[in-house]
């Protein structure tokens, strides 16, 4: 069974950055697709970002540029560099793992964490 937490969120002012973590347990991290998704308060979740098990990435368009997803496989962990916030980017931030790559509908990705808030304001 493979768990995740997310770590890092916080609040921040529009065009500051976060990093945020992703601490993967159990299953075999290297052979898992890893990616991000977020929730704001009245939408559907939405596909942020992914990485392959060959480090390949895939971003949705309003984030190109400013955010940047990487893994550590020896760490298992996955990470999210978001600069130039803005703040639209207000939404709980989830990681999650996948078997297969690229999926963007939420619905289609095998786990998830427990989410953390990223708050854009000044």
């Known amino acids: 069974q493979v768990h995740l937490v997310e770590s890092g969120g916080g609040l921040v002012q529009p065009g500051g950055s976060l990093r945020l973590s992703c601490a993967v347990s159990g299953g075999t991290f290297v052979m898992k697709v890893m990616g991000w998704f977020r929730q704001a308060p009245g939408k559907e979740r939405e596909f942020v970002a992914a990485i392959s098990r060959s480090a390949g990435t895939y971003y949705v368009d309003s984030v190109k540029g400013r955010f940047t997803i990487s893994r550590d496989n020896a760490k298992a962990t996955v990470y999210l560099q978001m600069n130039s916030l803005k703040p639209e980017d207000t939404a709980v931030y989830y990681c999650?793992?996948?078997?297969?790559?690229?999926?963007?509908?939420?619905?289609?990705?095998?786990?998830y964490g427990q989410g953390t808030q990223v708050t854009v304001s000044s």
């Open positions: 999650a793992a996948a078997s297969v790559w690229l999926r963007l509908a939420p619905d289609t990705w095998d786990t």
